[in-house]
């Protein structure tokens, strides 16, 4: 499995950034996935994740009610769309994808990760 996110960049805050992560894996409905973030100096992260179905979705506290995730299993792919924007979500963003197809919000349930995307907020 193979996971390619892209989508980063700089924004000021209070603007908005969409990130999305490519699955090669088919079927990728198979899959939870998720989006997890690594600020400098700090651990790896949970921010979102969404299950096989796109029905059921877990998130953060701190992102709840500006991030949105969502996928399209026909095109193997998962977007994060990211509102408002804090100088706190500044961060590396990595995709996940989980042999499991549930939700979860917990590392070691990934298996497979993508590169990651540099998210860079100012002031």
């Known amino acids: 499995v193979q996971l390619q996110a892209s989508g980063g960049g700089l924004v000021q805050a209070g603007g908005s950034l969409r990130l999305s992560c490519a699955a090669s894996?088919?079927?990728?409905?198979?899959?939870?996935m998720g989006w997890f973030r690594q600020a400098p100096g700090k651990e790896r992260e949970f921010v979102a994740a969404?299950?096989?179905?796109?029905?059921?979705?877990d998130y953060a506290d701190s992102v709840k009610g500006r991030f949105t995730i969502s996928r399209d299993n026909a095109k193997n792919s998962v977007t994060l769309q990211m509102n408002s924007l804090k100088l706190e979500d500044m961060a590396v963003y990595y995709c996940?994808?989980?042999?499991?197809?549930?939700?979860?919000?917990?590392?070691?349930?990934?298996?497979?990760w993508g590169q990651g995307t540099l998210v860079t907020v100012s002031s």
């Open positions: 969404i299950d096989w179905s796109g029905r059921h979705t």
């Open positions: 996940a994808a989980s042999p499991s197809s549930y939700v979860s919000r917990y590392k070691n349930a990934y298996d497979y």
């Open positions: 894996v088919h079927p990728a409905s198979r899959y939870g």
